[in-house]
């Protein structure tokens, strides 16, 4: 069986959202085009860090472009997409390894997710070496979702994510660590729970 790629030239819609109370979400990348729609899981810091990369790619862009490449500085308020994921939400998998870069050709930002993948090794340079293969494998290697954005959209696409990711439970002043609606027990406080 050949390697499952879900991909998306352009889609109609590609963001980062939630399912569940903060707390309790789960996270998903969506891409939408065409009538169809594929939403891959992935963990909050992973959401959080996409977004950053994408910021920092895009200005990075501009910045070797002198400010010429199609790229805003911010996201434009046109683009702002607060609706919720399209239902209902069918993992295609679970995300392990993201990668990202800029087509200077087609001036497009491409996101790959690809889903985790277990693998043993008898040692660290054996486990690299195995990861190193699997992901270069074209024909069996692990599904993946490939988007191509434009830079306008990759920029509305990191507020987004960074939007979701900060909308979870405050965190606490002291600790950092995110508050729950009936307290949490503060390693600040040498262990007296902290009220919200």
């Known amino acids: 069986m050949s390697r499952q790629v879900f991909f ?8 980062a959202g939630t399912v569940g109370l903060p707390g309790r979400r789960s996270f998903y990348l969506q891409a939408t085009a ?12 992973q959401v959080a860090a996409l977004a950053e990369r994408i910021d920092e790619l895009l200005d990075e862009v501009v ?3 002198g400010g010429n490449a199609p790229v805003p500085a911010v996201s434009p308020a046109e683009l702002t997409d607060t609706a919720p994921l399209e ?10 390894t993201m990668a990202l870069a800029w087509d200077g050709e087609d001036e497009r930002m491409i996101v ?3 889903a985790l993948v277990e693998l043993e090794a008898d040692s660290e340079e054996d486990l690299a ?8 494998d074209d024909e069996n290697g692990p599904p993946m979702l490939r988007v191509r954005l434009t830079g306008t959209m990759a920029r509305a696409f990191a507020k987004r994510a960074l939007e979701v990711v900060n909308a979870g439970r405050p965190p606490c002043p002291l600790c950092s660590l995110p508050l729950d609606p009936e307290g949490h027990v503060c390693p600040r406080q040498n262990g007296y729970r902290r009220g919200a």
């Open 87 to 96: 239902m209902p939400v069918e993992e295609e998998f679970r995300v392990g």
């Open 112 to 114: 790959e997710a690809q």
């Open 129 to 136: 070496d195995a990861e190193e293969r699997l992901l270069q």
């Open 8 to 15: 998306y030239d352009v889609p109609d819609r590609f963001v």
């Open 63 to 65: 910045r070797r472009s």
């Open 34 to 45: 065409a009538g169809r729609t594929t939403s891959v899981a992935l963990e909050k810091t």
